[in-house]
């Protein structure tokens, strides 16, 4: 009696299994284990952060820990942080966010929009790196740039987010009208 019931019962927990995440994320997951990633989590949220400034939280349909190369690898990335006083700071989103979890650097790649209200500043550009030590945001390629009605293109961007100080190397399109 008991080994009648075992089949269908082993058979109903590994059916959940397979199906409680779609075929993209298991796929994504198996294609990060070939890359030996320490842990693989599916829709979760990585929290960054020190003394000196308020915590990042940045999510993504794909988390993957990689404790020999000090870094976490978040697909799908979408990022936040705030003031410290509850209002939303920084936000935005990304293909891929590459976390140095000794320095705290982060690398945002592709399709990368990253929006300060206080400033009423929106970056969009393939990739920009977070200083951690600093709180600068480089952008080493092409950006556009957005704030307070006027919208630029161009490259070398690069951004003091304490000093709300903004840079562009090179201007392509647009200008600021002051």
């Not at 936040?80 to 700071?89: C, H, K, P, T, V």
Request: glycine share 8%; aromatic share 6%; charged share 25%.
């Amino acid at each position: 009696m008991v080994q009648r019931l075992a089949v269908p019962l082993l058979f109903l927990v590994i059916t959940t299994l397979f199906c409680s995440c779609s075929k993209e994320v298991l796929d994504a997951a198996y294609e990060n284990l070939d890359r030996r990633a320490d842990m693989v989590l599916c829709d979760s949220s990585y929290l960054m952060g020190d003394d000196t400034m308020s915590p990042i939280r940045l999510s993504g349909s794909l988390l993957s820990f990689y404790r020999s190369d000090s870094r976490v690898e978040i697909e799908g990335a979408s990022f936040e942080q705030d003031d410290g006083n509850g209002s939303l700071a920084t936000s935005g989103s990304c293909n891929l966010a590459i976390v140095d979890t000794v320095s705290r650097n982060v690398t945002l790649k592709g399709d990368v929009e990253i929006l300060r209200p206080a400033d009423s500043l929106e970056i969009r550009t393939q990739t920009a790196i977070w200083n951690n030590d600093e709180h600068h945001v480089s952008c080493p390629g092409e950006v556009a740039v957005r704030f307070e009605g006027n919208e630029i293109k161009g490259s070398g961007f690069e951004g003091d987010f304490d000093k709300g100080k903004f840079t562009l190397a090179s201007v392509e399109q647009g200008r600021v009208d002051l």
